[in-house]
């Protein structure tokens, strides 16, 4: 491990903001995220809480600012690279290869960081590739679905095998927008078991706007309002705070 | 994870259905139907139209069928190559095989360019910028009257003989002529399906299927399609060159939008995305095109009509629509 790497803080963003024209979806946002744990980020919808999501994993550039990862600046990196820093994220919608092969879904995600240009040998030939997906797709829970088209799975089936691509970066961070939106009782209960799982050997940052949900496994939260960052600290000291309580908890609770 | 294993044994040590053996064998599949093809045609000359323009849809279906964009343009790329390995030829009196190396180089240089400008954007927009320059290119070789002979095309490509390794062919003979056409078709069936089965070729069908998925995979969405556009250009070139052989005249035509949109029709006729499609659909159109017009002088109106009759009913198109039918 170089000495970076062993740094508490594995992101961090200094003023960032992002306009839309003249509307101010995010102002001036300062916050560091720890390295190991689970930091969710939550507010009342429109707070900014998907931007914030975006500019992290390098879809959006700030207007100002800066984001910062293990001390590197990668604020203007086109995004993806970012996979290759070790930056994975999912997203809010699910977003997979329709019409591939459950296996295959997560076997291209593998394959980004062995071969993208080679167009002579058969795929086939890279080695341990196809075995690494199946690994993983037991770790989602998805084992028995390798041969599915990944369309035709359930709703809950295919966030899973969003995470489970998510991972073949192989990721020191994870980013994960709204995991289980649209999900079943029973399916979120099973991908909260799952992000618990996966935060033990890396940092995940939840974007989620059920609160309830996040408070029980998150180590740090952060609250978005109207763009601001309007309180953070441990879901404690957040249930605690008075401003929070007021635009968040006091309305509506979820 | 010693629980997956019995998952890599079973899917390692699966015994392949004749559908599977076939979709592996399919460049060997593709070669013996081009060798028998000539005797079930009704005069070879057609043969040989339709292992070019099949050769060219194939190389507009990578572009279109496995990486889903839709250029209006690939005109270009087929005459650039023909135009090319035709002035090799009459203005430079370089022998076939070199003037072939040249029709291909070329029409990969054309795809960077047109592909560099024109890949940034998408649907719509990128098929009216492809046409765009695609007429850019058709007035260029319109105005350099000295080299391409203008509206009146490029003529006095005479190839007679093709000489290989002490072999001697008499190119002029219908047959040896279709036999040295098929070779370099069969050629392009193996790299084209050596490209499908590559990491890259994995590469190009996840941006097809999901551009923000793999650009946040960690893939080069701009780069994969740049490069696939200029793959395909190497095809489109390759068929150029071949045309440009076999009717040892360039007309300006070859670049006019309708060979654009030709292969479209072929390619959506035949089945885009499949390996054999778009062979397949050259094979129809042009079947079409000189049967027809044996009984009528309207035989766009019939090719026309079966082609909307195409669209309408079976979207997979003729080949992809025979697949999924035998497919166990």
């Given at each position: 491990m170089t000495a970076t790497a062993a740094s508490p803080i594995i992101l961090r963003t200094t003023g960032v903001s992002k306009m839309f024209g003249k509307f101010v979806a995010l102002n001036n946002i300062s916050a560091e995220f720890e390295r190991g744990v689970i930091t969710s980020i939550i507010g009342p919808n429109g707070a900014g809480k998907s931007t914030y999501f975006n500019l992290l994993s390098g879809a959006f550039r700030p207007t100002t600012g800066k984001v910062e990862f293990e001390g590197s600046d990668v604020t203007n990196l086109p995004q993806h690279r970012f996979a290759h820093l070790g930056i994975a994220k999912s997203f809010q919608i699910t977003n997979i290869f329709p019409h591939l092969s459950v296996h295959e879904n997560v076997r291209v995600g593998l394959q980004a960081f062995v071969s993208r240009y080679d167009i002579w040998r058969p795929r086939s030939m890279l080695p341990g590739l196809a075995e690494r997906a199946d690994e993983l797709l037991a770790l989602v829970g998805l084992k028995d679905r390798r041969a599915r088209r990944a369309r035709d799975l359930a709703h809950g089936e295919q966030r899973a095998l969003e995470i489970g691509m998510a991972l073949a970066a192989n990721p020191r961070l994870l980013l994960l927008d709204e995991?289980?939106?649209?999900?079943?009782p029973e399916e979120t209960r099973v991908m909260m078991d799952l992000i618990v799982r996966l935060a033990g050997e890396r940092t995940v940052i939840l974007v989620e706007h059920k609160m309830k949900l996040v408070m029980g496994i998150s180590h740090r939260v952060l609250v978005l309002h109207h763009g601001e960052l309007l309180a953070q600290g441990t879901p404690a000291e957040v249930r605690q705070n008075e401003q929070v309580k007021r635009v968040y908890l006091g309305q509506r609770e979820h | 994870m010693i629980d997956i294993a019995p998952t890599i044994a079973a899917s390692s040590s699966r015994s392949y259905n004749w559908f599977d053996l076939a979709k592996r064998h399919r460049v060997l599949l593709a070669s013996i139907f081009v060798l028998i093809f000539p005797f079930v045609m009704p005069f070879t000359a057609l043969a040989v139209n339709i292992l070019i323009y099949g050769l060219y849809a194939l190389g507009f279906n990578l572009l279109f069928g496995y990486l889903g964009l839709l250029s209006f343009g690939h005109a270009a790329l087929f005459g650039t190559g023909a135009y090319l390995c035709g002035i090799a030829i009459v203005?430079?009196?370089?022998?076939w095989y070199a003037a072939i190396a040249i029709g291909v180089l070329s029409a990969l240089v054309m795809a960077t360019l047109i592909g560099s400008l024109a890949i940034r954007t998408r649907g719509i927009y990128f098929a009216m910028v492809t046409m765009a320059l695609a007429q850019c290119v058709y007035y260029i070789f319109y105005q350099a009257v000295d080299w391409t002979g203008g509206e009146n095309g490029l003529r006095g490509i005479n190839v007679r003989a093709i000489n290989l390794f002490g072999l001697h062919f008499d190119f002029i003979n219908p047959l040896v002529r279709y036999y040295v056409v098929a070779s370099f078709v069969i050629l392009a069936f193996f790299v084209l399906s050596r490209i499908l089965a590559s990491p890259f070729g994995a590469v190009i069908e996840a941006v097809r299927e999901n551009e923000a998925r793999a650009r946040a995979s960690g893939y080069n969405v701009v780069a994969t399609r740049l490069m696939t556009f200029i793959l395909s250009g190497g095809f489109c070139g390759l068929a150029g060159s071949l045309a440009a052989l076999h009717l040892s005249i360039v007309p300006i035509e070859i670049l006019h939008y309708e060979t654009s949109g030709m292969v479209v029709m072929m390619a959506l006729l035949g089945g885009m995305g499949t390996f054999f499609g778009p062979f397949v659909g050259a094979a129809v159109f042009l079947l079409l095109e000189n049967l027809v017009s044996l009984w009528t002088v309207h035989w766009q109106l019939v090719v026309g009509g079966v082609f909307v009759v195409c669209v309408l009913f079976f979207p997979e198109g003729i080949w992809g629509t025979i697949l999924k039918r035998i497919k166990p």
């Open positions: 995991p289980t939106a649209g999900m079943s | 203005h430079f009196g370089l022998p």
